[in-house]
C-alpha cells in the first residue's frame, strides 16, 4: 500500500510568484496536516484539514492557504513568495481529526530566490 | 521558551556506545512522537508514546508524564543510526503536533 506521497520533490521559485503543493494521503486516511521546515529548525505546523474543512491553523500569513478535495488529497497554496518562505513542506496524513498516529510524506523542498 | 525543548543539540558518539537524547514540554500532551529524520528531509516515525516504556530493536523511547519528559535511547549505537531526531507532541487540538528542534547525532565508526 502507497504511504504519502508529495508531488514536486523539489522547487525553484522567484520572489513574487505563486506556487502550489500536492499531497496525496494514505488510502482510508480522511485528514492531511501541512507544517514546514525551515533548515535547522523543527517543523511548524501550518493547517490541517478533515473532511475537507480546515480543522487547524498555525501561525502563518493569508498568503498561505490549502484545500482538500473528495478523495482527500490536500493542496497548499503560497501566493507572492518570499525569501524566508525557503524550507521544506511535510504533509502528514492520519485517520481523522484526532488521530494521535501521523504518517509524513518525503516533503517538497522550495527554493525562493 | 519553546514548548517542546531537546536536548542535546548536537551529538556526537563512536559506535557501540549507549546514546540519550532527552525531550522536555510544557503543555498537556495526549501523545509524544519520536521521529527520524535523515538527509533528504523524510521523516520516519520511530515510536507514539502517551506513557511507560517502548522498545523497537535498539531503540527504546520512555516518558514520565508527570515530569513532562521523555528519553529516547539507542543501545549499541551504529553509523547508520546517524541522522536528526525529532521529539514532537499532539495536544488535545486535533492531530497538530508541535515539534522541538531536534537533535543531530553522528555515530562514527
Known amino acids: 500500500d502507497a504511504g504519502v506521497t508529495q508531488s514536486p520533490t523539489h522547487l525553484i521559485k522567484t520572489r513574487g510568484q505563486h506556487v502550489t503543493l500536492r499531497c496525496s494521503p494514505i488510502s482510508g486516511h480522511k485528514s492531511v496536516s501541512w507544517y514546514q521546515q525551515v533548515l535547522g529548525q523543527g517543523p511548524q505546523f501550518i493547517f490541517q484539514?478533515?473532511?475537507?474543512?480546515?480543522?487547524g491553523r498555525g501561525n502563518f500569513p493569508d498568503r498561505f492557504s490549502a484545500r482538500q478535495f473528495p478523495n482527500y488529497s490536500s493542496e497548499l497554496n503560497v501566493n507572492a513568495l518570499l525569501l524566508g518562505d525557503s524550507a521544506l513542506y511535510l504533509c502528514a496524513s492520519s485517520l481523522s481529526w484526532g488521530s494521535y498516529e501521523q504518517y509524513f510524506g518525503p516533503g517538497t523542498r522550495l527554493t525562493v530566490t | 521558551k519553546n514548548e517542546v525543548e531537546q536536548s542535546p543539540q548536537n551529538l556526537t558518539a563512536q559506535e557501540g556506545e549507549f546514546i540519550t537524547i532527552n525531550c522536555s514540554y510544557s503543555v498537556g500532551i495526549s501523545a509524544l512522537h519520536w521521529l527520524q529524520q535523515h538527509p533528504g528531509g523524510g521523516i520516519v516515525s520511530l515510536f507514539m508514546l502517551s506513557s511507560g516504556k517502548k522498545k523497537h530493536g535498539r531503540l527504546i523511547a520512555t516518558i514520565n508524564i508527570q515530569e513532562k519528559h521523555s528519553s529516547l535511547h539507542i543501545t549499541a549505537s551504529h553509523p547508520r543510526d546517524s541522522a536528526v531526531y525529532i521529539c514532537?507532541?499532539?495536544?488535545?487540538?486535533?492531530?497538530?503536533?508541535?515539534f522541538g528542534e531536534g537533535t543531530q547525532l553522528t555515530v562514527n565508526p
Open positions: 514532537a507532541v499532539g495536544g488535545t487540538s486535533g492531530s497538530r503536533l508541535t
Open positions: 484539514y478533515y473532511e475537507k474543512e480546515e480543522r
